[in-house]
């Protein structure tokens, strides 16, 4: 059924609580004839409950209570109240009662009324709306100060993780080392990579007052290189290669020397090599 602004305006003030007893008493006379605009007061109820929702009720101090009690004189004892006997009403002469006409209300009083109940809708939706914005920004920026059943439900996020890529094993180089017909002295493993390298001495073992030097001898230098004095212990590493050409030093040949203890002072080879090998692959780089 199509209803009136009017019967709207009404559902609406009877939602808010802004009738007065007579409207109120009209409205629930149409809401129990009328299950239909019954409906309409409902629906305006759910449209403002918000309001009721976000304001707590307040307990008016003691001193309130008294300050309304002076305004309407009911502070202190009260005096009992004596009304005045009624006087007898003289008889008034009958008169022959003229037919009474119910006076529709104006235009004018009708839009008055009409106008303010509109006002006061427009009044509490704006009201809503603005407590809906603040809920809403409060929501996104501190969620906690909301009730439970009004935070904003946080939605699962899932990331792919991906595993960081394998290393790539880098080529391996290896050289024996040892003297013409004779068993391996010391072993001299090359990263392609950094080009480290390590040197493990196999049968090799220094005479007192005496040590062993490493060297790299290249075409491509003007005279062997000192890589440092070998077999004092089991293994050594040193990354000294690091600082020459990568085709030199697979294509190099390193030598042994017997230098003086500690090995040579002036960084030449001061006796033959009696040790000598080169590189071979024995890992080859991963493929591209």
Do not use: C
């Amino acid at each position: 059924m199509a209803y009136s602004e009017d019967h709207i305006a009404l559902a609406a003030e009877y939602a808010l609580g802004t009738l007065d007893a007579d409207e109120r008493a009209q409205v629930e006379v149409m809401m129990s004839a009328d299950k239909d605009f019954a409906g309409v007061v409902l629906a305006w109820e759910h449209k403002l409950s918000a309001l009721n929702q976000m304001v707590g009720s307040v307990e008016p101090r003691p001193e309130v209570w008294e300050k309304i009690r002076s305004a309407i004189g009911h502070s202190g004892q009260q005096s009992p109240i004596l009304l005045p006997d009624p006087e007898p009403r003289p008889m008034a002469p009958e008169v022959e009662a003229a037919p009474v006409l119910a006076a529709e209300p104006s235009n004018v009083i009708r839009l008055v009324k009409t106008a303010n109940r509109w006002r006061t809708i427009a009044t509490a939706t704006s009201a809503i709306a603005a407590a809906l914005v603040v809920m809403i920004g409060v929501g996104v920026s501190v969620p906690d100060l909301l009730p439970e059943s009004m935070r904003p439900k946080a939605k699962p996020q899932v990331a792919e993780v991906k595993p960081p890529p394998a290393p790539q094993p880098s080529a391996q180089y290896v050289a024996v080392l040892q003297k013409e017909g004779g068993g391996p002295a010391f072993i001299l493993t090359v990263d392609g990579a950094t080009r480290n390298f390590t040197v493990r001495k196999v049968g090799a073992s220094a005479e007192a007052g005496s040590s062993f030097e490493l060297w790299l001898i290249s075409d491509k230098l003007p005279k062997p290189r000192s890589l440092g004095v070998i077999g004092g212990s089991e293994f050594i590493s040193r990354p000294v290669l690091a600082s020459y050409d990568a085709d030199m030093v697979k294509s190099a040949t390193y030598a042994v020397t017997v230098e003086q203890a500690g090995g040579s002072p002036d960084g030449n080879p001061h006796s033959a090599p009696i040790i000598t090998g080169k590189l071979i692959e024995t890992v080859p780089p991963p493929s591209r």
